[in-house]
């Protein structure tokens, strides 16, 4: 049985959901945000899955660029908070080029949000805090995991599982891993992007206005209108 080609160029949809005016955004980028994700969260897991996370673009040394998904677990006036292995390659571009820049994808509301900042290691009491909120399984799965590196087979992986669930079974205290943390993303720029019919899309951006990056300080933002 054949299976035909899809051609990209032919998949087409109308970006009428809504309309994003300077009238109807809030007085700053925290609120703005909020308000955005509680829509996204909204529509429901069926239809756009994990709200939360994120694409992040980061550089390397070698002036490599590369993107993965990560899972956004904080925002506040601070920025955005993520967490990872601190050996695995986006945390070795990281301390590279601390300069990132991250998208929320919400495709069934026709919207993005893209911002750019610079993500910096938060402290091991709130990294500790974090962890201390995970399922049991992933708490183990972070020190399973030396993420990035090669290994011979998934078998490795399951037979330290394995011997991880013996040390510490459920309902037991799982230490939080040395090479486990999070990053604070401090945002210099946030765009929030609404698609419109015939590709004249709504992008409006808060640029910083300042040394300030309190997202939730309506002073240290203006806002500009891009053209689509």
Not at 99 to 128: C, D, I, M
């Amino acid at each position: 049985m054949s299976i035909d080609t899809p051609n990209p160029s032919d998949m087409r949809i109308s970006y009428d959901k809504d309309q994003l005016n300077e009238s109807d955004l809030a007085s700053n980028p925290l609120d703005q945000f909020t308000k955005w994700l509680a829509e996204a969260v909204a529509v429901g897991p069926e239809a756009l899955i994990e709200p939360n996370a994120m694409v992040i673009a980061v550089r390397n040394d070698a002036d490599v660029v590369s993107t993965r998904s990560v899972l956004l677990k904080g925002i506040d006036s601070r920025g955005l908070t993520f967490y990872t292995n601190y050996g695995s390659d986006k945390a070795g571009s990281i301390a590279a080029n601390s300069q990132v820049s991250v998208t929320f994808p919400w495709y069934p509301l026709h919207r993005q949000v893209n911002v750019v900042g610079t993500a910096t290691k938060v402290s091991r009491e709130e990294s500790a805090a974090y962890f201390e909120t995970r399922p049991h399984g992933s708490k183990l799965g972070a020190i399973v995991s030396a993420q990035s590196s090669v290994i011979d087979s998934r078998e490795i992986l399951e037979k330290r599982m394995a011997e991880l669930e013996a040390q510490y079974p459920e309902g037991t205290s799982v230490p939080l891993p040395d090479v486990w943390g999070g990053y604070l993303i401090e945002v210099s720029t946030i765009e929030f992007w609404q698609g419109r019919r015939s590709r004249l899309h709504d992008r409006l951006r808060f640029v910083k206005n300042g040394s300030s990056s309190d997202l939730s300080d309506v002073s240290a933002w203006k806002v500009i209108r891009l053209s689509p």
